[in-house]
């Protein structure tokens, strides 16, 4: 069975501090690993998966298959990161997404 | 980019009615639609997936019953909740998915269904 994993349900930093949100996934083939976020009353919205390999809004995740996990990194947080962050997986070639509980980020001045 | 919308996005019922929830993809044709269940400050379960103009996969422990889902065309999901009960109260969340974007989920707002 696929299980994703996030160890913390809140996560507190300063602004400008560095932010490491957790990831672990249970999977016995190839996955395919994403973050979601969801701002204060707004929609889940992709931030990105692992396949593009890309920084969106200063975020970057790893994939990790020896340590199986895809954590979320951002050297210096900023006030309109905090929000709710879900880790995602899926099966490649498949549509189906398993989530995380989610961590939630806040980011003081 | 894509959008998915959802109507109504609350909803009150009497215990023992039933609700429509739709979930609409507005600007591209959705293969496939997915809907979510979210209890307060916890994660989305999904409870099943819909390929249009074939019946429902639910996930295990959900009620297809209970939970009718519709999917009749590319652009249109409706998840009824029958026999609506306090327990039933929760946010529903629908998702479309398309082919050529791999496995890339667009989310609409949500629904909040209160059962008093």
């Known amino acids: 069975a696929q299980r994703v994993t996030q160890p913390e349900k809140l996560l507190s930093v300063f602004k400008g501090a560095p932010v490491e949100l957790k990831c672990n996934y249970s999977y016995s083939g190839s996955p395919e690993l994403f973050w979601y976020v969801q701002y204060s009353r707004q929609r889940l919205q992709l931030l990105l998966r692992?396949?593009s390999r890309e920084s969106i809004k200063g975020f970057t995740a790893d994939l990790n298959k020896g340590e199986t996990s895809f954590h979320l990194k951002k050297p210096f947080a900023q006030e309109e990161d905090s929000a709710m962050y879900y880790c995602a997986l899926s099966g490649v070639g498949y549509s189906t997404l398993t989530f995380g509980k989610g961590t939630m980020l806040l980011v003081s001045p | 980019g894509a959008v998915v919308s959802q109507h109504p996005s609350w909803v009150i019922c009497k215990s023992g009615t039933s609700v429509k929830i739709e979930c609409r993809s507005l600007d591209f044709q959705a293969t496939t639609m997915f809907w979510y269940r979210q209890f307060p400050k916890q994660s989305l379960m999904l409870m099943a997936t819909?390929?249009?103009?074939?019946?429902?996969?639910?996930e295990q422990g959900v009620e297809k019953d209970k939970f009718l889902i519709n999917h009749a065309s590319l652009t249109l999901s409706t998840l009824t909740v029958t026999s609506a009960h306090p327990e039933d109260s929760s946010f529903y969340i629908c998702?479309?998915?398309?082919?050529?974007?791999?496995?890339?989920?667009?989310f609409g707002p949500g629904t909040r269904l209160t059962v008093l």
């Open positions: 819909s390929n249009e103009g074939s019946k429902a996969t639910y």
């Open positions: 998702s479309a998915g398309t082919k050529g974007v791999h496995n890339e989920q667009f």
């Open positions: 692992h396949i």
